[in-house]
């Protein structure tokens, strides 16, 4: 392997590739290596206070003559002042001189975006400790709802009220793609994922509160009638044999009667028998269509659909947000009401949470975070070999307007550094939090 080549600030040039050994936050550019390709950069690069920076001549397009006819050693290199970065300057500075750090200003692009950054980090932090907290409760009223429907209950209303008034309490709601669940208890983290995406598309819809919180409900416990269904055919099986299919289909009557046997609003057993029907008339179990087919459930079913088909049954068969929402919006957009849907495609983004990308400049990344108001610049999580898992860029398309997403992929469409790098998940899990950007 070659040693690396550097060259002083004043030996920059347009054209040349560099690469800045800093971590992304010390820096205002998109990424930490790029080809420079005005004098707007050469100035930031010269002002950033290095005393030498890392060029590949390899992917340059101009490499300087000092480079190229005179082969300046790194050593000399070392040596050059700091105030060689201005050839104008009067005065050489001392040898050896220290490298004088950037301090943040208010106006520092770099001090920006750090505190960005951080926003993001806490937002991201608050939704994962909501979501466990709100996972825990649904996993225990499902486990004992059928010996205490009544404690079952409260406690769901307890939950849908407290994530309704913090979903309300925000302005423009930034939606996050979770982190990896445990293993197991499928039925459960389904549940959950449907009734955050039903809130979040509820109120996008301007639901009143009322309303939102029987959605919510609703989608807590609109599989509530495959809880006596045996485990062959629950959630977490893989292809169902022709028999297994039809008990699923009677969970709706099921989950319906359970509902008002237990002292479930007529709302909500409501959803529970219509969240499979399809406006076009072609769901069950009653092939209802258009009018027939009430508002909650029309909310959860768009988000009961969108979370079957990341998180299918088989992990063969599951897609990518990006996929999921393509497919809901080509193909079977007439099974599913079309303002809720526009709104879906709103709410997430055209790349939602989850989606794996390709961006203009040629890197890869995961979308991590979609606001309504940006459905195309949203924030991705991006591999740069350059940079530790551990520190990798977080970059706000909405502050980087000269990348763009040329393409979504496939998880198999990435080289095996890249899938490591970005760990897509198995499961695609959202909750919400307040946009960094507005807040």
């Not at 002002?47 to 101009?62: A, E, N, Q, T, Y």
């Not at 599913?336 to 055209?350: E, K, S």
């Not at 979504?408 to 899938?419: D, W």
Request: aromatic residues 4%.
């Amino acid at each position: 392997m070659e040693d690396p080549v550097y060259v002083a600030p004043a030996q920059l040039a347009i054209g040349m590739f560099v690469i800045l050994e800093l971590s992304w936050l010390q820096h205002p550019f998109s990424f930490s290596s790029f080809l420079v390709q005005n004098e707007d950069q050469l100035a930031t690069l010269r002002r950033l206070g290095l005393r030498r920076i890392r060029i590949d001549p390899l992917r340059s397009k101009r490499v300087a003559a000092t480079i190229a006819d005179e082969q300046v050693e790194q050593a000399d290199l070392l040596d050059l002042p700091e105030s060689s970065a201005s050839p104008e300057s009067p005065e050489p500075g001392p040898t050896h001189a220290p490298t004088r750090p950037v301090v943040p200003t208010v106006a520092d692009p770099a001090a920006s975006r750090s505190e960005h950054h951080r926003r993001l980090c806490a937002s991201i932090a608050s939704a994962e400790r909501q979501a466990a907290q709100a996972a825990q409760v649904v996993r225990q009223t499902t486990a004992r709802f059928l010996a205490e429907p009544t404690v079952a209950i409260a406690r769901v209303n307890d939950l849908v009220t407290g994530i309704t008034d913090s979903l309300l309490g925000v302005g423009e709601v930034m939606v996050h793609l979770l982190g990896e669940k445990d293993g197991g208890d499928e039925l459960y983290h389904h549940s959950l994922n449907v009734a955050v995406l039903a809130l979040i598309l509820g109120k996008a819809m301007a639901v009143d509160v009322e309303s939102l919180r029987l959605i919510g409900v609703s989608a807590i416990f609109h599989d509530l009638g495959m809880v006596a269904m045996t485990a062959g055919a629950q959630l977490q099986c893989g292809a169902l044999a022709v028999d297994q299919e039809a008990q699923l289909r009677q969970h709706c009557e099921a989950g319906a009667r359970m509902a008002l046997q237990c002292g479930l609003p007529e709302t909500v057993a409501t959803v529970l028998l219509q969240h499979h029907e399809h406006l076009d008339g072609s769901g069950y179990p009653y092939r209802l269509s258009g009018d027939q087919i009430g508002q909650a459930a029309r909310v959860v079913a768009i988000a009961n659909h969108y979370d079957h088909l990341c998180n299918a049954n088989r992990a063969a068969a599951a897609v990518t947000p990006y996929e999921a929402l393509s497919t809901m919006f080509a193909r079977q957009k007439h099974w599913f009401d079309a303002a809720m849907l526009a709104r879906l495609v709103r709410v997430l983004g055209v790349y939602p949470p989850g989606s794996l990308v390709q961006l203009s400049s040629g890197a890869m990344a995961m979308v991590i975070s979609a606001n309504a108001a940006r459905p195309l610049r949203p924030m991705l999580l991006v591999h740069d070999p350059a940079i530790p898992r551990e520190e990798a860029l977080i970059l706000d398309l909405e502050q980087a307007p000269e990348i763009s997403i040329s393409k979504a992929l496939r998880a198999s469409a990435l080289a095996p550094a890249e899938h490591e790098y970005l760990c897509p998940g198995k499961r695609v899990a959202y909750f919400f939090g307040e946009d960094t950007r507005t807040g």
